[in-house]
Structures are given as C-alpha cells and as structure tokens.
Nanobody, 117 residues
Framework: QVQLVESGGGSAQPGGSLRLSCATS????????MGWYRQAPGKQREFVAT???????NYANSVKGRFTISRDAAKNTVNLQMTLLKPEGTAVYYC???????????WGQGTQVTVSS
C-alpha cells in the first residue's frame, strides 16, 4: 500500500513561515515526481510545486521565490518550505507522488495551512 502523510500545517501570520513534510511509504520518493498542491475554500485544487527524480523543480508563479520544495532521500520524505506567507495561501495542502513508469498519481490526505493576522 502506498501512503503519503503530510505534516507541519498550522497557523501563521502574513509574512511568516511554515515547513510542510510529506512522509511516504510503499514507494521510493527518490524515484518519483513529488509535488505539492493546495485547495483553498471554494476553489479548485491548484499546483504549487514539483520536484522530479533528477532533482529539477517547478513552481507556480504565485509561490515562486517564496516556497522551496526539497527531498530527503534517506528519510523518504519531501518538504515544502514556505516563507513570506500570504492570506491567499490559506488552503489544504496535499502531497502527491508519481512513481517512475507509473501513470497513477498518489495523494495524501492533506494538511491545513491558515494564514491570517
């Protein structure tokens, strides 16, 4: 069974920082394209960031320069360091994984991030 479990969500003030982690089991995250998506209240799920098995990263324009995605291969985890948080960043953040040679996308259950003053 593949499991993705997000952690690190919570509340922060505008301009603050949070670090999200995605712990994986049943897959090798280093052989997967890992991603973060978010869904704000009343909105569709949107792309935030991805990191490929070769280490290349992509970011949504809305978070570029503020968020950093990284992986810890030894721990089979993927992180999202979020800085300069904005109220519009309030959302449930989901971890995703697409293993190499697998078409299916796996999802975690999400972790709530709330940015408000």
């Amino acid at each position: 069974q593949v499991q993705l479990v997000e952690s690190g969500g919570g509340s922060a003030q505008p301009g603050g920082s949070l670090r999200l982690s995605c712990a994986t089991s049943g897959i090798d995250s280093s052989l997967s394209t890992m991603g973060w998506y978010r869904q704000a209240p009343g909105k569709q799920r949107e792309f935030v960031a991805t990191i490929t098995s070769s280490g290349h990263t992509n970011y949504a324009n809305s978070v570029k320069g503020r968020f950093t995605i990284s992986r810890d291969a030894a721990k089979n985890t993927v992180n999202l360091q979020m800085t300069l948080l904005k109220p519009e960043g309030t959302a449930v953040y989901y971890c995703s994984a697409i293993p190499i040679h697998v078409s299916e996308t796996y999802w975690g259950q999400g972790t709530q991030v709330t940015v408000s003053s």
